[in-house]
């Protein structure tokens, strides 16, 4: 709840609409905790041949534990140099440095669309302002997760709650049921 407010607070004195790799980032860095981490990961069905992608991937953690468990090629993309820097330097430690790709860029600009898995924390707005992209632009049957947000009156396919946090899956439908 404290993060939601937080969040929520730094929403209204950031401009989500201008969303450029130097400025503030649209919502602040609070990690995902490690068993969320991995029940996000789980709950999505991770597995050898999937490239996941991380919006807003902070220090890197989400990628780093896919390369590491599932040997799955992972890419962060946030907009925080100093988090990039962070990234890259816990994958090194981690040894999965050939596996994972941090990227210095904008989520609502970047490209992710060979993505078959992408994981997010984000605000609800956030959400929905990628849910068009999302929808448009990934291959049927690409899982999405969120942390602790969900997607509006787009039901999940999936949605697990411990310990007061929740962890949403969708699954992009093919063209005609969008």
């Not at 407010?5 to 450029?20: E, I, N, R």
């Not at 602040?28 to 789980?42: A, G, I, N, Y």
């Not at 069905?45 to 590491?68: E, Q, W």
């Not at 899982?143 to 949403?168: A, C």
Request: proline content about 7%; hydrophobic content about 45%; overall charge positive.
């Amino acid at each position: 709840m404290l993060r939601a407010v937080a969040l929520a607070a730094l929403l209204v004195f950031g401009s989500p609409l201008a969303a450029q790799p130097g400025r503030a980032p649209d919502v602040m860095f609070v990690p995902t905790p490690q068993e969320v981490v991995d029940d996000m990961l789980c709950l999505a069905g991770v597995k050898k041949g999937d490239v996941l992608y991380d919006l807003g991937s902070g220090d890197g953690r989400i990628p780093i534990t896919a390369a590491r468990r599932f040997g799955v090629r992972a890419v962060g993309i946030d907009i925080d140099p100093d988090r990039i820097r962070e990234a890259n330097e816990n994958a090194r430690k981690a040894g999965v440095s050939h596996l994972v790709e941090f990227r210095n860029e904008d989520l609502f600009l970047a490209n992710w669309r060979e993505a078959t898995v992408i994981t997010l924390y984000l605000l609800p707005e956030l959400n929905l302002r990628l849910r068009p992209r999302l929808l448009k632009e990934l291959k049927p049957g690409t899982r999405i997760v969120s942390h602790q947000f969900d997607m509006g009156d787009w039901k999940p396919d999936k949605k697990l709650e411990v310990n007061g946090r929740t962890v949403y899956v969708w699954t992009v439908p093919a063209p005609a049921k969008r």
